[in-house]
C-alpha cells in the first residue's frame, strides 16, 4: 500500500507532495476519528484488528504486560521482529507507544511493503508503525478533556478440587492428607476486583503561522491480582511556528511520562500455579509466627498468600525532544533538518520475602538509555504538465548510550523491610552486582526516486546503506534496494464511463530490508568480561574470560520481498475493497546454532545460515451499507491468511559444517516432574513453518493395571517399542501461530447515538494445554491440587502427548462501545463544542472449543510461551468503563 | 531529466564519501570489558586470566558444569547409572520426562545432559588451549621468565578433563590449537587418547611443586604434583579398560603385559599405578583422623586431601547440590535451609553397608542419613507437615514410587558432608571443600593394583585394613572383592561408582530395579553417546550401539 495522505511522519513528510498524487485507499491507516470512538488506554489496542497482517497479542494480563506485535507473521528466529515505531519521526519501541496517551495520537500509519520500509532502512524490516500525535491548527483555542472510570473483575478461573473433594480424593489414594480444615479457593484468594480510571486534557491553539498544543494525561489502573497496580503520568506538547516569509518551517515537540507499576507477580508461572495447585484446606490466615504455613509436599509452588507478600515495582522515566527545520529553499527544493534526543530509564525494585525465597531477595537495577538521532533531507519537487517528479536525498546517523547497573542482596532476618533497604540482607554475591556499558551507532544513507504521472502511473525507487557498529570491518554495510509501481486503473479515460467503480489501484512492489535484531553488541570481537573470583596466589581476585563463541563474519540478515495488491472502490465508495498478496523470503537468517566443543569453545554460535519463507494474503472489505443524515452503518473487516516455512538451517562456517539438529525444541514443559527430558512441546524443524507441535501420539487411555489410567503412546516409528525421544516415536501434529487471522469493527450510529464493536479471531492453529496435563494428573496429589473432574478420569499420567493438544481457533469480541453525543443548544455550543458519553464493555465474549482458559495465549512469538499453556495464564477478566469527552 | 540526473550523481557521491568517513563513527570501543590482548601481560595476568578461568570452572554453578557439585553433570552420570545411588520418580516429582528412569536403566540415548556434560569438558580442554597458546606467546616475548610451572598446571588440567571425558565417552579429540582443523578434531581411539593423557601427566609432573592443593595458601585448588600422582594412578589403574578399543566383544588388554616407563624405569601397569600410590604416601598424605574430618566444614587441613573444589558462601558461585537434592523437604526445612527430596541410595548400597543387621558398617550413619532423623544440634526430631516423625525407609526405594505409601520418604538420604546451617542459596553455596581426590583412595587403589598383580597377602591386607580401622571396622582379607565393597563403603556418593563398576566388569550386569538391557551386555552402554554437533563437526561415527 503506498503511503496514506496521513503520514505525516519524517521521511513520508518529504515525500508527501509525491504522493498525495497517488490517494491511498489503505485500510492500514487509523485515524483520531477511530480512535476516539471507543475508550482505549493502550494506543495498540487501537489499532488491533483494524490493520490486515497485524497482529498484535498482549503477552499476559498482568498490570504492565507488554504487547508483541508482528507485521505480516515472524520473519527471523533471532530477534528483530518488533516492528520500528515512530512517533512524530523520534524512533521508539513499544514501550515508548504503550506511554501514550490514545487521545493525543492524530493517526498510526502501518507500513508493511518493502519500498514503504525502505525509508527506515533495517530498522523497518519487520515492518512500521507511524504514529503522528496531535498538532496545534490555526483555529480557536480548544481544550478538551478526556475521562473514564472503569471496573475489571474476574469471570473465569479453572475448577479445581474445593477441600472437601480434594479430602476425599488424597484418602482414597492412601496419600498423606494435611488437612487445616478450611476450604479456600486460592484463585479468587489472589483476586480483587480492579478499579480503573483516566483523565486527560489538551489545550490547543495557534494563529495564521503557528500553532501549540500540550496535553497532560493522568493513568491510575489496578489488576485483578493482589496489589497489581499501574499509574502513569504523561505530557505532550507540540508547537511548529512559520518564519522569514515561508522560507522556514519549525516544528518543536516534547514528550514525557513516567510510569511507575508495582506487582505482587514476580513469576507468573509461579503465581498461578501456586494459586491452582495449593492444598484448598489450607487457610487465609497467617500463622502465630506472622508468616505462611508451609506445605512441603508441594515444593515447586509457595502459599498463593506469601507470594503475595513479594513486591516488584518498575519505575519506567521517559524524556524525548525533538526539533524539525523545513527549509522551503525555492519552488522546488525543500531541505529538512531534523534532530531528535531520547532519555529512557528503566528502574526495577524487587524484594521477595524469606517465606518464598531461601534468604529472601532484594533486588535494585536501573538501565539507562540515551538516543542520538540526527539527519539532514533534501528534496527537489517538480511538475511539468502531467510529470511530477521527487527526488530525494537523506543522510542520517543514530547512537544509542546504554549504561546500568544492578544490584541483589540476599540472607534477610526480617521480612519487615523490603526493597527500600536492601542492606537488610548480610550477604551481597559477587555475580549478584554489576554495570554495563554500550553504545552501539548507525548510519544511514538513502536516496529516493518518486515519479508520477497525470496520477495513473507512479514509479518509485530508492537505494539505502545501512551501516551498524555492532558488525565487524568489510561487513559493517548493507545495501538495501527496492522499487514499487502504482497504476490507478480508475483515472484512465476508460474508467470514467463506469459509474459503479469509483477507484481501481493496482501495486507492485519488490524490495531488500535488513535486520539485526538478533545482534548483541560485540559479538564479532574477542573480548573478555569478568568471569567470577578464583583463588590465585595468596589472594581471591576476578578473572576475566571469553564467555562465548565471536562471530568476526557476522553480518546483515536480509529479507526479500515481494508483493503486489489490488484495490477498488464501490457504488459512492460505499463498498471499499483490497486484496494484497505478499512473499518475503529472509536469507543469511541470524541462528544460534548448537555448536561441535570442539572446534568452538562455546557450544552455542550466531550465524549467519539459514532461511525462512514468509507469505501471506490480506483481504480488506470496508462497507457503508447506510449513510444517512440520522444513520450509519460501517462495516469493516480483514482476513489475513499468513504462512510461514523455516527454508533451512544449515551451511559452512569456515570449514566447519554447521546443522540445526533436525528438530530444536522451543518450548517445554515446567512445574513439578517436568525438569528436562521429553517435556519439549513446541519445535522449529526444517521445512515446517516455525513453531511446531512434535509429540508422542496418544491413541487414548489405557489402564495401568492399579484402577487409574495413563496414556496409551502410539509406536509411530513401528521399532516395537514405544521411545518417545525426539526422531523416534513423535510426529508433527500442527502448528502454534494462526493461519488466519481476522480484524473486524462494525460501527453504528443513529443521530447522537453511536455502537462500536470490535471483533478478532484466529483460526487454523493449535494450543498445548500443558494446564490440564499437569492438572489431570493424580500422581500430584497430595502435594498438588487437581481439576475438579480430575478423579473422575482418575489419570495418573504426566506424559505429554498429543492427548492435551487442541484446536486454537477463537473469535472474540474484544470490546462494544456504546456512545451518546449529546445534543448542545445553540446557546450552549458557544462554550462547550462537544460533549460525548461512552460505555465501553471489554472482553465481551469468546466462542472456542478450547478447554482451557482462554486461547488467547502467546501464539505469535516464537519464544519460551509459543502456543503452549503451561499453569501462567492470567484470569480471564471483563471491564467497564464509563467515559466522557467535553470539548470547549 | 538532465538536471535531475546530475544531482542524483551528486547524491550518490556524497553519499559514497560519507560513507567512508562514517566508518569511524561506526567504531563501537568497549568500555565495560577488555580486548584479549590487554590481558597477558604478566606472570600474574597469566595466572588470573589464563588459568584463573578453568579453575574457576572446576567447581560450577549451573546445571553440567562443573566436575561435581551441580546437577545433570559428570557427578550425576557417574553416580546415578550405578547400583550405589538411585533418583526414583517421586509422584509430580522426580518424573522430569524420564531422564532419572532412563540414567539407572543405562538407556543413555535418553539422557540429554550427556551432551552438556561433554560440551563442558571440551570447553574446558579448549580453555587450556587458549592458556597454553597464551603462556607461550609471552614466554617467546618475555625471554627471562619462568612459564613452567603455568604451562605444567594447564598440561596437567588439560589432561584432567580429557581423562574424565575419555572415561564417560571412550574415544575423544587430540588437539592442542585452540581452533582446531576439521582434521585435529577427530576422535581418537581409547587406547591413544590413553596413553596420550598419561604422558601428558607425565610430561607436567616435575614441573610441578610437592604442595598441598586442598590447603588455603599460594596452592589453594590448584594443580600441584600430587594431584597428577594421584590422577597417574586413576587411570593407570583402569589400563585394561582405556586400552581396549572395541569394548564391546568380550575381551580386554591384560594390564600385567603393558609396560611402562615411569622416572626412567621400566614396569608394568600394576607396578606403575602402585608406584604413583607410594610416592603420595612419602611425601606425607596420610588418613585422617576421622572420617568425617574431610567432609566438615572446615575441611582445608584434612591430611588425606589431594584435591577439592574450593567452595565459600560469598567468594566462590561453585554450589554443592547433592544434599541439596536429596533430603527430604521437611529435613531441610527443618535446618533452615532448603532441599528437592529426590536422589536416595540403592538396596544394594544399603545391604553393602549391612543396614539393619548386625554387621552394620560405622560408616552407615555418616555416609546416609536412614530412619528417624533428630537434629544434631537439638536432638529433637524432624516432622513432617502432619507432625509425625519424619522416617526415611532405605529399604523401600523403587524407581517408580508414585502412590506408594513411601512416595516421599523412601530411600536413605546422603548425610556425608556436615550441614553448613550459614549456607545460602537453598543450602547450595557453602563451605565444605568438595573432595575430588583423597588418599583413602589411594589406599585402596594401592591395594587393588597389588591384588591385580597377584601379590595378595599380608601388605594387601594392611592398605585395606588402615581403611577399615579408621572407622573401628574389622580386618578384612583383601581380595578384589573386598575392595569393591570396600570402595563402596569408604568412597559412597563421591562420584567413582561407575569407574569401579566398568573396571570390574559389573556395570553391564542387572541389579535391583535395572534389568540388563538387550545390547547392554555385550557393554556399549560403558561408554555414553557423544554429541551430535561434534559428530557432525568432524564427521566420525557414533560410539557402537548408539
Not at chain 1, 163 to 190: E, F, K, N, P
Not at chain 1, 621 to 643: F, H, S
Not at chain 2, 16 to 40: K, M, V
Not at chain 2, 284 to 294: K, T, V
Request: hydrophobic share 40%; proline share 3%.
Amino acid at each position: 500500500m503506498a503511503l496514506s495522505a496521513m503520514g505525516l511522519s519524517l521521511a513520508a513528510q518529504n515525500i508527501h507532495r509525491a504522493d498525495t498524487v497517488a490517494r491511498s485507499l489503505s485500510h492500514d491507516v487509523v485515524t483520531a476519528d477511530q480512535v476516539s470512538q471507543q475508550q482505549v488506554t493502550n494506543p495498540l489496542e487501537a489499532i488491533n484488528g483494524r490493520v490486515a497482517g497485524v497482529t498484535i497479542q498482549k503477552s499476559n494480563n498482568g498490570i504492565a504486560a507488554m504487547n508483541a506485535v508482528r507485521v505480516r507473521g515472524t520473519t527471523s528466529v533471532t530477534g528483530g521482529n518488533d516492528p520500528l515505531i515512530i512517533i512524530d519521526g523520534v524512533f521508539g519501541d513499544l514501550s515508548t507507544l504503550s506511554s501514550i496517551y490514545p487521545s493525543d495520537i492524530e493517526s498510526f500509519t502501518v507500513l508493511k511493503d518493502a519500498s514503504e520500509t525502505a525509508q527506515y532502512g533495517s530498522r523497518g524490516a519487520s515492518g512500521v508503525i507511524e504514529v503522528v500525535t496531535k498538532k496545534g491548527a490555526a483555529q480557536r483555542t480548544t481544550v478538551t478533556y478526556n475521562g473514564s472510570v472503569g471496573v475489571t473483575h474476574v469471570i473465569k478461573n479453572l475448577d479445581m478440587l474445593n477441600a472437601a473433594a480434594y479430602r476425599s480424593a488424597v484418602t482414597r489414594q492412601g496419600g498423606m492428607l494435611i488437612d487445616r480444615g478450611y476450604d479456600t479457593d486460592w484463585q479468587r484468594a489472589i483476586q480483587q476486583t480492579a478499579f480503573l480510571q483516566d483523565h486527560h486534557i489538551a489545550f490547543m491553539g495557534g494563529g495564521e503561522r503557528s500553532g501549540y498544543r500540550v496535553s497532560l494525561g493522568y493513568m491510575d489502573h489496578q489488576g485483578v491480582i493482589l496489589h497489581d497496580k499501574l499509574r502513569n503520568l504523561t505530557s505532550n506538547m507540540n508547537m511548529h511556528q512559520r518564519m522569514f516569509g515561508d522560507l522556514l518551517n519549525i516544528e518543536v515537540g516534547m514528550f514525557g511520562n513516567v510510569q511507575k507499576d508495582m506487582t505482587a507477580v514476580y513469576d507468573v508461572q509461579k503465581t498461578f500455579y501456586s494459586a491452582q495447585a495449593w492444598n484448598p484446606t489450607f487457610g487465609t490466615k497467617r500463622n502465630s509466627g506472622g508468616g505462611w504455613d508451609g506445605f512441603t509436599l508441594s515444593n515447586q509452588i509457595n502459599h498463593p498468600l506469601a507470594l503475595m507478600d513479594s513486591r516488584t515495582q518498575n519505575k519506567i522515566t521517559h524524556l524525548s525532544t525533538h526539533a524539525k527545520l523545513t527549509f522551503d529553499l525555492t519552488r522546488n527544493w525543500t531541505l529538512t533538518l531534523f534532530g531528535a534526543y531520547s532519555h529512557n530509564e528503566v528502574e526495577i525494585a524487587q524484594f521477595l520475602p524469606t517465606s518464598i525465597w531461601s534468604g529472601g531477595k532484594g533486588y535494585r537495577s536501573s538501565a539507562k538509555t540515551e538516543s542520538w538521532l540526527g539527519n539532514a533531507t533534501i528534496a527537489w519537487d517538480k511538475r511539468v504538465g502531467a510529470h511530477h517528479l521527487n527526488v530525494m536525498g537523506l543522510a542520517e546517523v543514530e547512537r544509542d548510550v546504554h549504561t546500568g547497573f544492578y544490584t541483589t542482596t540476599t540472607g534477610f532476618s526480617t521480612d519487615a523491610i523490603g526493597l527500600d533497604a536492601i542492606q537488610s540482607g548480610s550477604v551481597t554475591l559477587w555475580d549478584g552486582t554489576g554495570s554495563y556499558r554500550n553504545a552501539p551507532s548507525l548510519a544511514s544513507f538513502m536516496g529516493r526516486f518518486a515519479y508520477d504521472y497525470d496520477s495513473r502511473y507512479s514509479l518509485t525507487a530508492t537505494m539505502r546503506a545501512d551501516g551498524s557498529s555492532k558488525f565487524g570491518n568489510g561487513n559493517k554495510w548493507g545495501f538495501f534496494p527496492s522499487i514499487s509501481a502504482t497504476w490507478n486503473i480508475g483515472r484512465e479515460a476508460m474508467m470514467h464511463e463506469v459509474d459503479w467503480l469509483d477507484d481501481l489501484k493496482w501495486s507492485i512492489g519488490y524490495g531488500l530490508a535488513g535486520n539485526l535484531g538478533g545482534v548483541d553488541n560485540y559479538m564479532t570481537q574477542n573480548l573478555l568480561s569478568p568471569a567470577g573470583i578464583a583463588p590465585v596466589g595468596q589472594r581471591l581476585a576476578v578473572t576475566f574470560d571469553e564467555l562465548r563463541n565471536a562471530n568476526p563474519d557476522l553480518k546483515w540478515e536480509v529479507k526479500r520481498s515481494f508483493n503486489t495488491g489490488l484495490s477498488a472502490a464501490f457504488l459512492g465508495n460505499r463498498i471499499i475493497t483490497s486484496v494484497d498478496f505478499y512473499t518475503a523470503k529472509t536469507c543469511d537468517m541470524l541462528y544460534l546454532y548448537n555448536v561441535g566443543v570442539p572446534p568452538f569453545g562455546y557450544n552455542k554460535l550466531l550465524d549467519n545460515l539459514g532461511s525462512m519463507r514468509n507469505s501471506g494474503v490480506e483481504v480488506a472489505l470496508g462497507l457503508t451499507p447506510l449513510a444517512t443524515r440520522d444513520m450509519e452503518l460501517n462495516i469493516n473487516a480483514n482476513v489475513a491468511y499468513q504462512y510461514n516455512k523455516l527454508l533451512s538451517l544449515s551451511g559452512y562456517y569456515n570449514d566447519y559444517w554447521l546443522e540445526a539438529p533436525g528438530e530444536v525444541d522451543l518450548v517445554n514443559l515446567n512445574g513439578a516432574g517436568f525438569h528436562g527430558g521429553n517435556n519439549h512441546i513446541v519445535y522449529q524443524i526444517v521445512g515446517q513453518p516455525l513453531g511446531v507441535f512434535y509429540l508422542p501420539h496418544c491413541t487414548g487411555l489405557k489402564s495401568d493395571g492399579m484402577g487409574g489410567y495413563v496414556y496409551d503412546i502410539a509406536d509411530l516409528d513401528g521399532s516395537g517399542d514405544v521411545n518417545i525421544a525426539n526422531g523416534k516415536d513423535r510426529r508433527v501434529c500442527g502448528q502454534a501461530m494462526p493461519k488466519v487471522l481476522l480484524g473486524s469493527n462494525i460501527n453504528f450510529r443513529y443521530r447522537q447515538w453511536d455502537v462500536t464493536m470490535q471483533i478478532n479471531g484466529a483460526f487454523g492453529h493449535k494450543i498445548y494445554n500443558g494446564t490440564a496435563l499437569t492438572y489431570m494428573n493424580m500422581n500430584s496429589l497430595p502435594g498438588y491440587n487437581v481439576l475438579a473432574d480430575a478423579p473422575e478420569r482418575n489419570i495418573h499420567d504426566q506424559t505429554a502427548t498429543d492427548y492435551w493438544l487442541e484446536r486454537g481457533d477463537y473469535v472474540n469480541i474484544d470490546y462494544v462501545t456504546l456512545g451518546w453525543n449529546v445534543p448542545l443548544s445553540q446557546r450552549l455550543q458557544r462554550t462547550v463544542s462537544r460533549l460525548r458519553f461512552s460505555l465501553t464493555m471489554d472482553d465481551l465474549l469468546t466462542v472456542t472449543g478450547y478447554s482451557g482458559l482462554t486461547p488467547m495465549i502467546n501464539s505469535s512469538s516464537a519464544g519460551g510461551t509459543l502456543g503452549v499453556d503451561d499453569k501462567n495464564v492470567y484470569p480471564v477478566t471483563r471491564s467497564y468503563y464509563l467515559g466522557v469527552t467535553v470539548t470547549f | 531529466m538532465k538536471q535531475i540526473a546530475t544531482i542524483y550523481h551528486i547524491l550518490l557521491m556524497a553519499s559514497l564519501l560519507a560513507l567512508g568517513s562514517c566508518n569511524q563513527f561506526l567504531e563501537d570501543e568497549p568500555t565495560d570489558r577488555i580486548p584479549a590482548d590487554e590481558a597477558y601481560n604478566t606472570l600474574s595476568d597469566l595466572q588470573l586470566n589464563a588459568l584463573g578461568p578453568i579453575y574457576r570452572n572446576i567447581g560450577g554453578s549451573g546445571d553440567s558444569q562443573g566436575l561435581q557439585g551441580t546437577a545433570r553433570g559428570v557427578w550425576d552420570l557417574n553416580t546415578f547409572s550405578t547400583d550405589e545411588a538411585i533418583i526414583p520418580t517421586r509422584g509430580a516429582d522426580w518424573y522430569d520426562g524420564g531422564i532419572w528412569q532412563n540414567l539407572f536403566l543405562h538407556r543413555f540415548g535418553n539422557v540429554d545432559f550427556t551432551g552438556d556434560t561433554w560440551n563442558y569438558l571440551f570447553k574446558e580442554v579448549l580453555a587450556c588451549n587458549r592458556a597454553l597458546e597464551r603462556i607461550n606467546a609471552f614466554a617467546s616475548s618475555h625471554a627471562g621468565e619462568d612459564v613452567r610451572h603455568l604451562r605444567a598446571e594447564a598440561r596437567s588440567l588439560r589432561a584432567m578433563f580429557l581423562f574424565y571425558a575419555m572415561d564417560l565417552y571412550g574415544r575423544v579429540p587430540l588437539f592442542t590449537a585452540s581452533s582446531p582443523t576439521v582434521q585435529e578434531m577427530k576422535l581418537q581411539d581409547r587406547s591413544v587418547a590413553f596413553r596420550h593423557i598419561v604422558s601428558e601427566l607425565q610430561a607436567a609432573e616435575y614441573d610441578l611443586l610437592n604442595e598441598r592443593s586442598p590447603r588455603h595458601g599460594e596452592y589453594y585448588g590448584r594443580m600441584t604434583r600430587p594431584v597428577v600422582q594421584f590422577l597417574l594412578a586413576k587411570v593407570l589403574l583402569n589400563a585394561e579398560v582405556y586400552a581396549d578399543d572395541d569394548w564391546t566383544d568380550d575381551f580386554r588388554p591384560d594390564g600385567s603385559a603393558m609396560m611402562w616407563t615411569v622416572d626412567g624405569e621400566q614396569m608394568n601397569t600394576w607396578q606403575a599405578v602402585e608406584y604413583y600410590c607410594t610416592k603420595l604416601q612419602d611425601v606425607g598424605y596420610a588418613l585422617a583422623e576421622e572420617f568425617g574430618d574431610n567432609f566438615s566444614i572446615n575441611n582445608e587441613e584434612s591430611p588425606e586431601l589431594i584435591f577439592t573444589i574450593p567452595m565459600d558462601i560469598y567468594d566462590y558461585a561453585n554450589r554443592f547440590t547433592q544434599q541439596f537434592r536429596s533430603l527430604h523437604y521437611n529435613h531441610a526445612a527443618a535446618l533452615g535451609l532448603n532441599a528437592e527430596n529426590g536422589p536416595c541410595a540403592t538396596i544394594e548400597a544399603m545391604r553393602t553397608f549391612g543396614y539393619g543387621t548386625d554387621g552394620q558398617d560405622f560408616r552407615l550413619f555418616q555416609t546416609y542419613y536412614t530412619d528417624e532423623v533428630y537434629l544434631e544440634n537439638t536432638f529433637t526430631p524432624v516432622t513432617l507437615d502432619d507432625g509425625s516423625p519424619l522416617v526415611y525407609y532405605p529399604m523401600e526405594v523403587r524407581l517408580d514410587l508414585s502412590n506408594s505409601l513411601y512416595e516421599t520418604t523412601a530411600g536413605a538420604r546422603m548425610h556425608k558432608y556436615e550441614i553448613d546451617l550459614a549456607a545460602m542459596s537453598d543450602g547450595q553455596l557453602r563451605r565444605n571443600d568438595i573432595v575430588l581426590f583423597r588418599y583413602a583412595d589411594v589406599l585402596l587403589m594401592r591395594c587393588e593394583a597389588m591384588l591385580r598383580d597377584g601379590r595378595a597377602g599380608a601388605l594387601a591386607d594392611e592398605l585395606l585394613n588402615q581403611v577399615r580401622r579408621r572407622v573401628s571396622m574389622d580386618d578384612r582379607t583383601a581380595t578384589l572383592e573386598s575392595v569393591l565393597e570396600e570402595r563402596m563403603l569408604e568412597l559412597a556418593w563421591e562420584g567413582w561408582r561407575r569407574n569401579d563398576l566398568i573396571r570390574y566388569g559389573r556395570f553391564t550386569l542387572a541389579y535391583t530395579d535395572r534389568p540388563q538391557l538387550d545390547a547392554d551386555v555385550k557393554g556399549y552402554t560403558i561408554v555414553f553417546p557423544i554429541p551430535g554437533e561434534t559428530l557432525t563437526a568432524c564427521g566420525c561415527a557414533q560410539n557402537p550401539g548408539y
